[in-house]
């Protein structure tokens, strides 16, 4: 059924990949944050302690701006792969006012800065917790 006990759970040694997708570059895909709820505890929901948000489905050059829950950005991706949907923002970074990035609820924006799909915007959230 899916349920299990904690002590039968194993942390991934590392995480999957998505490729290049039309689909997403032409924003028509569902953008992803994963994993979500993000633990910033080592033992918590990561990919094998490495305090990595992946952002799934990505237009292959695009922007992501991520603000707090007071609408301010406290970061900005800049994606531009040609072959990778999928980018990350790492935990052991701070934030743009040089503090630890705090447990709450995030938003982000991805703006897709291919020329098909150009200002095109989706949005939503992420969670953040100890």
């Known amino acids: 059924g899916g349920y299990s006990a904690p002590e039968q759970r194993t942390n991934l040694s590392s995480s999957p990949y998505m490729p290049q997708n039309n689909d997403a570059d032409a924003m028509a895909r569902e953008i992803r944050v994963v994993p979500n709820p993000f633990s910033l505890t080592k033992a918590g929901y990561n990919y094998d302690s490495t305090l990595k948000i992946r952002f799934?489905?990505?237009p292959t050059k695009c922007t992501i701006?991520?603000?707090?829950f007071a609408g301010e950005q406290v970061a900005q991706i800049d994606h531009d792969n040609?072959?990778?949907g999928e980018t990350y923002w790492t935990q052991d970074a701070l934030d743009y006012s040089s503090l630890e990035v705090a447990t709450g609820i995030y938003f982000w924006v991805v703006e897709s800065q291919l020329s098909g799909s150009k200002g095109k915007k989706k949005s939503g959230t992420f969670y953040i917790i100890r």
């Open 82 to 84: 040609p072959n990778s």
């Open 56 to 58: 799934v489905g990505l």
């Open 65 to 68: 701006r991520i603000y707090n």
